[in-house]
């Protein structure tokens, strides 16, 4: 009973020091890059002429739950990239915008579907997925269908695969 004791705690120490010893495989940095620069495509399939300026582009980390309040390496986390795009005044600008870049995605293999829409219809968002080395990304594209009271906009949101937050916080 003795040596089986022993062992038990042997074992139980050694997995101990050896999860101190791990640490997490994050791919924050990865996600970050092909997030940003799917944001640069999605966005350079608006013509130029239609694009009165970019708004805003939010590019950050975004962490789960934890089971403490210490931010650990193996804490959830993926990328996010926010872009809001003003284009010009011009009915059906942001319609054909949005045509433009679903029909990108789609040659590129994203899925569609319907996320949203306003109740009066003038607000869309559309969700398109697709595998990129083994995970699953996220794109939501959000436009307006004209109309006197709303500006015509886009606006672009990319969230990465789930990783964990690894050694950068």
């Known amino acids: ?3 089986l004791l022993s062992a038990a705690a042997v074992a139980l120490l050694a997995l101990t020091l ?10 924050l940095d990865e996600y970050q890059a ?10 350079q399939e608006i013509p130029d002429d239609l694009i009165d ?9 975004r962490y789960g739950e934890t089971e403490s309040a210490e931010e650990l390496p193996s804490d959830p986390a993926h990328w996010q990239v926010y ?11 942001s319609a054909d915008a949005a045509a433009r870049i679903s029909r990108m995605l789609a040659d590129d293999g994203w899925a569609e579907s319907r996320v949203r829409e306003t109740e009066d219809g003038r607000r869309i968002a559309d969700g398109f997925r697709t595998t ?3 995970g699953e990304w996220y794109l939501e594209l959000t436009w307006v269908k004209s109309a006197p009271e709303l500006a015509e906009t886009i606006e672009v949101t990319i969230v990465s695969p789930p990783t964990v937050r690894g050694d950068a916080g």
């Open 18 to 27: 050896g999860g101190c010893t791990m640490s997490a495989d994050s791919r």
């Open 34 to 43: 092909e997030a940003e620069r799917l944001v640069e495509e999605v966005t």
């Open 53 to 61: 300026e970019v708004v805003i582009t939010e590019s950050e980390a």
């Open 1 to 3: 009973m003795h040596r």
């Open 132 to 134: 990129i080395d083994g």
């Open 83 to 93: 872009r809001a795009i003003n284009l010009v005044s011009e009915d059906g600008a």
